[in-house]
């Protein structure tokens, strides 16, 4: 952005204080003159004009000394005032350095200015802080998007496999080759859609509705019944009315997710899902908890992480594409709300997500 030259603001600094002094001198001296008015060593004569009385001799000693007060007031005013000026935005030429060098794409950088607690060090702070959640973002991004690259590249080199051995071998059996090509296919498509997903829970360009969370968690309950029996796992919802204000296709895929994890990730007979919805004086609340393996406290917050899959997931015909947590997050900061996980020492996972409330009319 161009912008035509000026002073800078240690100059400006510098002529406010000296300026200050300036004033403060004469105002210095006019009341000394109002002190001399009142003592009679100046008055007006006949005509109105000012004249010496009993003081002329001081007063004529006076006024240069008074003229010389004023040019020292001036010099020690510029001086001084650029001086200070100087020590008081030192710490401002740190940040402005710290943000010419983040901006060449150096994030590691920080200022870390020393010192008390003020406006400039909370800018500081803040600034430090900034920068270190985009290092984060940028580094998340990064590892997001070298895995997607693996993972989309997997089924790609899987097709590219089995067309070379359809079209070096014709002995191997066709209707065999189109099924697994049609499973990778599938796969890569599912790994497709779950990134767009993804990408517009980011972007959160959605239009917000009015949307009850119960009735969500009851319709993917129905659609996902039938997987729940498949596995032997009992599957409850119930709750009560929770208005939020968001997209009602991303609430839907955010609480699939939530119940297909339980589902596919629970004992291998006998297990149960759980869901259940209520509300708080500010906030909706949506819990899905499930029986299954005990999981480590310090693997708990990998969880969310994009393409990370338990090993007894990947040998599945669940194995899913490693996003579905990933999601639920996105979505849910998208909306405004919060995800915890907590393991049950027992084995299984209480996920609750809290969205803010709808206003009441």
């Given at each position: 952005?161009?912008?035509?030259?000026?002073?800078s603001?240690?100059?400006?600094?510098?002529?406010?204080?000296?300026?200050?002094?300036?004033?403060?001198?004469?105002?210095?001296?006019?009341?000394?003159?109002?002190?001399?008015?009142?003592?009679?060593w100046?008055?007006?004569?006949?005509?109105?004009?000012?004249?010496?009385?009993?003081?002329t001799?001081?007063?004529?000693?006076?006024?240069?000394?008074?003229?010389w007060?004023?040019?020292?007031?001036?010099?020690?005013?510029l001086?001084?005032?650029?001086?200070?000026?100087?020590?008081?935005?030192?710490?401002?030429?740190?940040?402005?350095?710290?943000?010419r060098?983040?901006?060449?794409?150096?994030?590691?950088?920080?200022?870390?200015?020393?010192?008390?607690?003020?406006?400039?060090?909370?800018?500081?702070?803040?600034?430090?802080?900034?920068?270190?959640?985009?290092?984060?973002?940028?580094?998340?991004?990064?590892?997001?998007?070298a895995?997607?690259?693996?993972?989309?590249r997997?089924?790609?080199?899987i097709?590219?496999?089995?067309?070379?051995?359809?079209?070096?071998?014709?002995?191997?059996?066709?209707?065999?080759?189109?099924?697994?090509?049609?499973?990778?296919?599938?796969?890569?498509?599912?790994?497709?859609e779950?990134?767009?997903?993804?990408?517009?829970?980011?972007?959160?360009?959605?239009?917000r509705?009015?949307?009850?969370?119960?009735?969500?968690?009851?319709?993917a309950?129905?659609t996902?019944?039938?997987?729940a029996?498949?596995?032997?796992?009992?599957?409850?919802?119930?709750?009560?009315?929770?208005?939020?204000?968001?997209?009602?296709?991303?609430?839907?895929?955010?609480?699939?997710?939530?119940?297909?994890?339980?589902?596919?990730h629970?004992?291998?007979?006998?297990?149960?899902?759980?869901?259940?919805?209520?509300?708080?004086?500010?906030?909706?609340?949506?819990?899905?908890e499930?029986?299954?393996?005990?999981?480590?406290?310090?693997?708990?917050?990998?969880?969310?992480?994009?393409?990370?899959?338990?090993t007894?997931?990947?040998?599945?015909?669940?194995?899913?594409?490693?996003?579905?947590?990933?999601?639920?997050?996105?979505?849910?900061?998208?909306?405004g709300?919060t995800?915890?996980?907590?393991?049950?020492?027992?084995?299984?996972?209480?996920?609750?997500?809290?969205?803010?409330?709808?206003?009441?009319?």
């Amino acid at each position: 952005m161009g912008r035509p030259p000026g002073l800078s603001v240690r100059l400006k600094l510098t002529l406010s204080y000296a300026g200050f002094l300036m004033l403060a001198g004469a105002l210095l001296l006019a009341a000394v003159g109002v002190f001399l008015v009142r003592q009679g060593w100046l008055r007006t004569n006949e005509q109105g004009a000012w004249q010496a009385g009993p003081g002329t001799s001081f007063i004529r000693g006076f006024t240069p000394v008074a003229a010389w007060l004023m040019l020292f007031l001036l010099v020690f005013g510029l001086l001084g005032g650029w001086i200070l000026s100087g020590r008081m935005l030192a710490p401002l030429a740190r940040i402005t350095d710290a943000t010419r060098t983040a901006a060449m794409g150096s994030l590691s950088h920080r200022i870390r200015l020393p010192g008390r607690q003020d406006e400039f060090r909370e800018l500081a702070d803040a600034f430090d802080t900034m920068l270190a959640r985009l290092e984060a973002h940028l580094a998340e991004q990064q590892r997001f998007a070298a895995n997607a690259s693996h993972e989309l590249r997997t089924p790609l080199a899987i097709s590219k496999s089995l067309l070379d051995v359809a079209r070096t071998d014709p002995s191997q059996d066709t209707d065999a080759i189109l099924d697994r090509l049609q499973t990778v296919n599938t796969r890569a498509i599912d790994l497709t859609e779950a990134l767009l997903l993804l990408s517009r829970a980011n972007r959160q360009s959605f239009t917000r509705e009015h949307v009850d969370l119960s009735l969500v968690a009851e319709e993917a309950a129905e659609t996902l019944l039938p997987l729940a029996e498949k596995h032997g796992v009992t599957l409850a919802a119930d709750g009560d009315i929770t208005p939020t204000i968001g997209s009602p296709a991303l609430l839907l895929q955010l609480t699939t997710n939530l119940m297909h994890n339980a589902i596919v990730h629970n004992l291998p007979d006998g297990g149960g899902v759980w869901v259940s919805t209520w509300i708080r004086p500010t906030s909706v609340v949506l819990t899905v908890e499930n029986t299954g393996e005990p999981v480590a406290p310090e693997r708990v917050p990998t969880l969310t992480e994009p393409f990370q899959r338990g090993t007894e997931r990947v040998h599945t015909d669940h194995a899913g594409v490693g996003l579905g947590l990933a999601i639920v997050r996105s979505i849910t900061r998208a909306h405004g709300g919060t995800l915890t996980l907590v393991p049950h020492p027992a084995g299984g996972l209480r996920v609750t997500v809290e969205l803010p409330a709808a206003p009441r009319p």
